[in-house]
């Protein structure tokens, strides 16, 4: 499969240009540190990052530790999934042979279904025996789902015998979830003995973006360092706002005081790079996915006059959660677009372990450079990489694939880390 690449418009000029050809000198040095930082804080065992790309700077948006979309990935990288895979299951669970997988509660996704099966093949490829669990209630006897590709998704009742859980006679060595738990931590996961990855505690039920960005602002400095960068280059701004109500409107000033700064704070950045685009802040719910609960606004105004649709909209999340607490973050352009309807891009890099495994580009022909693509109507395009993302070549121009892409695994393992760190914590 050979996937078009998208056109970056701003790519031969400006900071991105110098921030390519910094990433490309320093390589060595990036690697390096790189390693130094994974011998320090291992790897989460999964991970997808969102990415922007706006021409002077690259910045992730978004860091999932459930990843649900290996069916968009190349087919011609799954030796690299199936190599980082066995890495990360030696460190986690060195014994492993079994490996049951935990699905989230959605399962009626067709999509979602296919990237279930996906994983579990990665698994199978590299040598143990996967199985599917759900823990819909509907589900009390195995469930055989065929899907678009031709292929069929299992999906069995999780079961709990003492300390372990299972499904019959298949008791697994590791439980991997691939649940975000934001509908709170099953009591049936709860005081396992067997090794469940990511924890419990990685779930929306009682992780925020903002102590994410928190450690990324952290990490991207750090890394600015060894290459000598802005790290505003290679992070977006990001702040908590204290609890809000968009149903009630409470809150709603100190969120519009919160906006008004940070439009100011992008906009000194904006002029000290000449930088001629309009400032915007997006404001997201502090936990859970989908693209749920969040906005684009470009004025404190536009958050005190949201009418009763868009605060009904803000106000609810995945699993019918309330949203109470937003982030409120620099708002990245992308400036990608793809094919002849010009349909804005964004890239979204998958990993295993430490390692860089793939990616596609989140497409959407209905919104814009300033939005959220990760809405109803969008599509995915497998990144075809020409060599993989950490074997650049230097002479090539930055809007090449290599170079392009060997940026986006560097700033997806800056957010990596910054995973690795908060899950520590």
Same mark, same amino acid.
């Given at each position: 499969?050979?996937?078009?690449?998208?056109?970056?418009?701003?790519?031969?000029?400006?900071?991105?240009?110098?921030?390519?050809?910094?990433?490309?000198?320093?390589?060595?040095?990036?690697?390096?540190?790189?390693?130094?930082?994974?011998?320090?804080?291992?790897?989460?065992?999964?991970? %997808?990052?969102?990415? &922007?790309?706006?021409?002077?700077?690259?910045?992730?948006?978004?860091?999932?530790?459930?990843?649900?979309?290996?069916?968009?990935?190349?087919?011609?990288?799954?030796?690299?999934?199936?190599?980082?895979?066995?890495?990360?299951?030696?460190?986690?669970?060195?014994?492993?042979?079994?490996?049951?997988?935990?699905?989230?509660?959605?399962?009626?996704?067709?999509?979602? @279904?296919? %990237?279930?099966?996906? @994983?579990?093949?990665?698994?199978?490829?590299?040598?143990?025996?996967?199985?599917?669990?759900?823990? &819909?209630?509907?589900?009390?006897?195995? $469930?055989?789902?065929?899907?678009?590709?031709? *292929?069929?998704?299992?999906?069995?009742?999780?079961?709990?015998?003492?300390?372990?859980?299972?499904?019959?006679?298949?008791?697994?060595?590791?439980?991997? $979830?691939?649940?975000?738990?934001?509908?709170?931590?099953?009591?049936?996961?709860?005081?396992?003995?067997?090794?469940?990855?990511?924890?419990?505690?990685?779930?929306?039920?009682?992780? *925020?973006?903002?102590?994410?960005?928190?450690?990324?602002?952290?990490?991207?400095?750090?890394?600015?360092?060894?290459?000598?960068?802005?790290?505003?280059?290679?992070?977006?701004?990001?702040?908590?706002?204290?609890?809000?109500?968009?149903?009630?409107?409470?809150?709603?000033?100190?969120?519009?005081?919160?906006?008004?700064?940070?439009?100011?704070?992008?906009?000194?950045?904006?002029?000290?790079?000449?930088?001629?685009?309009?400032?915007?802040?997006?404001?997201?719910?502090?936990?859970?996915?989908?693209?749920?609960?969040?906005?684009?606004?470009?004025?404190?105004?536009?958050?005190?006059?949201?009418? &009763?649709?868009?605060?009904?909209?803000?106000?609810?999340?995945?699993?019918? $959660?309330?949203?109470?607490?937003? @982030?409120?973050?620099?708002?990245?352009?992308?400036?990608?677009?793809?094919?002849?309807?010009?349909?804005?891009?964004?890239?979204?890099?998958?990993?295993?372990?430490?390692?860089?495994?793939?990616?596609?580009?989140?497409?959407?022909?209905?919104?814009?450079?300033?939005?959220?693509?990760?809405?109803?109507?969008?599509?995915?395009?497998?990144?075809?990489?020409?060599?993989?993302?950490?074997?650049?070549?230097?002479?090539?121009?930055?809007?090449?694939?290599?170079?392009?892409?060997?940026?986006?695994?560097?700033?997806?393992?800056?957010?990596?880390?910054?995973?690795?760190?908060?899950?520590?914590?």
């Amino acid at each position: 499969m050979i996937s078009r690449v998208p056109h970056l418009t701003t790519a031969l000029k400006g900071p991105l240009l110098q921030l390519e050809n910094d990433l490309l000198t320093n390589k060595t040095q990036v690697e390096t540190w790189l390693r130094e930082q994974w011998l320090q804080t291992p790897a989460p065992f999964y991970a %997808s990052v969102d990415l &922007r790309n706006a021409g002077f700077k690259v910045a992730p948006v978004d860091t999932n530790l459930f990843p649900a979309g290996f069916n968009n990935l190349n087919p011609a990288f799954m030796p690299l999934c199936i190599q980082a895979v066995q890495a990360a299951v030696e460190r986690a669970c060195p014994r492993a042979r079994r490996v049951l997988i935990i699905a989230e509660q959605h399962t009626r996704n067709l999509f979602y @279904l296919e %990237s279930l099966e996906t @994983l579990r093949d990665i698994f199978e490829k590299a040598g143990m025996e996967a199985r599917i669990a759900s823990l &819909r209630d509907d589900i009390d006897a195995p $469930l055989a789902i065929e899907l678009p590709s031709g *292929k069929t998704c299992l999906l069995e009742p999780l079961e709990r015998q003492g300390n372990r859980v299972g499904l019959g006679d298949f008791s697994p060595c590791l439980v991997l $979830l691939n649940n975000d738990l934001s509908a709170g931590r099953p009591e049936i996961l709860e005081g396992l003995e067997q090794q469940v990855i990511p924890p419990l505690s990685a779930g929306w039920s009682t992780r *925020k973006k903002s102590d994410h960005f928190i450690h990324y602002h952290q990490v991207a400095q750090e890394f600015a360092k060894q290459i000598d960068i802005d790290p505003w280059l290679v992070s977006p701004l990001s702040l908590q706002c204290g609890e809000v109500d968009f149903k009630d409107r409470s809150g709603s000033e100190c969120l519009a005081k919160n906006v008004e700064a940070m439009l100011t704070s992008i906009q000194q950045k904006y002029d000290e790079y000449g930088i001629e685009h309009e400032p915007f802040v997006v404001v997201k719910s502090d936990s859970g996915t989908y693209g749920m609960g969040i906005m684009t606004v470009k004025s404190p105004e536009e958050v005190l006059s949201l009418n &009763r649709k868009q605060r009904n909209k803000m106000a609810s999340a995945k699993e019918g $959660l309330v949203v109470e607490n937003v @982030l409120v973050q620099e708002g990245v352009y992308t400036f990608e677009t793809i094919g002849e309807e010009q349909a804005v891009a964004e890239p979204v890099i998958y990993m295993m372990d430490h390692f860089v495994v793939g990616g596609f580009y989140r497409v959407h022909t209905g919104r814009g450079v300033n939005e959220n693509l990760n809405a109803p109507g969008m599509h995915f395009e497998p990144l075809a990489f020409a060599q993989p993302c950490n074997t650049p070549e230097k002479d090539e121009t930055p809007d090449s694939e290599p170079n392009r892409f060997y940026a986006y695994g560097v700033i997806a393992r800056l957010a990596l880390l910054a995973a690795a760190r908060e899950l520590a914590d």
